[in-house]
């Protein structure tokens, strides 16, 4: 999952003394949420929030702050005990972030006033306003706020597991916080041979990071003499990227800048290519109906995902799984006290941290309206972001809304030479993914006082 979150004075604080902060853990335990034991009894709450992650704690978070509510009236679900930055995940794929700087204790960052049930959901019963827990325990709501994110289901592609688990195997991804670490060795591993990077069919966290893995990969090969952009076949290593979908990226002004990217430096292109199966060091492909083989000496693979079992399996789903929700207000289209933003929701955007900065708040303000017995007025327009890095040093600020058009914070600034454009890597976005992006999301975005390119919110 990847994040752009902006403001047009980030750019200044992105350079700053703010890494040292982003790479703190916490290590005293004093004001953590109170964690609800196994009573196997049934408790009620004004606001049930299920799930703990960046939508959860920062809607949880951006409820508590309005003062409407009392100690304990808003409850989060999770079973994590550990709350990770996602979309940093690529940079520990590249070399340039130890995981456990982007970790936290996930009690930690919630706050005293709401009760934290350390327990997974097995069941929703929005028929009677319900949930139940793993445990079998019961917890009633006025309100709803279904947020646990998306399932990465790494058995959908044959042989994953076993490849992942082999630590002799150079199969990795970036997508789990038990695989990530394995990704960078591998890269530095490889002196010769072929390197395939995947991406699947099917919606995934962050639709950019499957390149970002990429990206990283060949600009330390090309550094490392092992790559020849110009002329990869003369070149140690040679580069394919495997995509399910037809283009680079679902965006058409991207897309098109990121793929004369991979015709510059010799990146070859198998589109409408979903890895199937992993046999040795044979991928399998899917491209319409024939199979298509090809060997490789590294494998990056982004696993299938999809929706938790008891989200598909409940009535606030719709057909593919995911919380069916109205694509401006946030409300269900089924039950009018629930609510749904970020992976798990049927929001037609791309899923990353950066869409929860702008759907939060939305949803925040019409759950209040509604309280207050009134309609819905706030609107979603899709807004998401994915800061694409495309080498060391630079990054592609991709920002978008609904049918993918760009909505940039930064686009058409003027600069030498005459206006910012988006579309071209800059060292300066590059800052803002690696040191402010973690920085302000565990110092604001979880504790609901970020906004994304609104700024921070008091």
């Not at 964690?35 to 508590?64: D, E, F, K």
């Not at 690529?90 to 982007?102: A, E, N």
């Not at 890597?425 to 690696?434: D, S």
């Amino acid at each position: 999952m990847s994040s752009s979150l902006v403001t047009k004075t980030a750019l200044k604080a992105a350079t700053r003394a703010a890494p040292r902060a982003a790479l703190a853990i916490p290590l005293s335990r004093r004001g953590f949420a109170s964690v609800a034991p196994v009573t196997g009894t049934s408790r009620s709450h004004r606001i049930v929030v299920v799930g703990g992650g960046a939508a959860g704690l920062s809607i949880s978070h951006q409820l508590l702050r309005t003062g409407k509510f009392s100690p304990e009236e808003i409850a989060v679900i999770d079973p994590a005990q550990y709350h990770h930055y996602q979309p940093g995940w690529t940079l520990v794929g590249g070399g340039l972030k130890d995981p456990l700087s982007l970790r936290r204790d996930e009690a930690s960052l919630i706050d005293p006033k709401l009760k934290f049930y350390n327990q997974a959901v097995s069941q929703l019963s929005p028929e009677t306003d319900s949930v139940t827990l793993a445990n079998g325990d019961k917890i009633g709501y006025e309100h709803l706020v279904v947020v646990p994110g998306i399932e990465i289901t790494y058995d959908k592609i044959k042989g994953l597991p076993e490849a992942l688990a082999d630590p002799s195997a150079p199969v990795s991804t970036i997508y789990g916080a038990h695989t990530v670490s394995k990704v960078f060795p591998t890269i530095e591993k490889l002196k010769r041979g072929q390197a395939i990077f995947t991406q699947p069919a099917g919606v995934i966290k962050c639709a950019g990071a499957p390149q970002k893995a990429m990206w990283l990969a060949l600009d330390h090969w090309k550094r490392a003499g092992l790559y020849n952009p110009s002329n990869p076949s003369s070149g140690a290593i040679q580069i394919a990227f495997a995509t399910a979908l037809p283009a680079m990226f679902g965006v058409p002004k991207y897309s098109a800048r990121l793929e004369e990217l991979r015709k510059e430096r010799g990146v070859e292109g198998l589109f409408s290519h979903d890895l199937v199966e992993i046999n040795g060091n044979k991928a399998v492909f899917a491209k319409g109906e024939e199979k298509v083989t090809r060997e490789f000496d590294l494998l990056h693979v982004v696993p299938k995902m999809g929706p938790y079992a008891f989200v598909k399996n409940s009535a606030v789903a719709d057909a593919a799984g995911f919380v069916d929700v109205n694509q401006a207000t946030t409300q269900s289209n089924k039950f009018k006290n629930v609510w749904s933003a970020g992976d798990a929701s049927s929001l037609p955007t791309s899923k990353t941290a950066a869409a929860i900065t702008a759907e939060a708040p939305v949803l925040v303000g019409n759950l209040l309206r509604s309280l207050e017995g009134k309609e819905p007025a706030l609107e979603y327009d899709g807004y998401t972001s994915c800061p694409l890095v495309t080498e060391y040093g630079k990054v592609m600020l991709a920002e978008f809304k609904y049918a993918g058009v760009p909505k940039e914070t930064f686009g058409g600034l003027p600069i030498v030479g005459g206006a910012l454009d988006q579309g071209t890597p800059r060292r300066a976005f590059y800052h803002l993914k690696k040191d402010f992006f973690p920085w302000v999301y565990f110092n604001a975005m979880v504790k609901g006082t970020w906004g994304g390119p609104k700024g921070w919110k008091f």
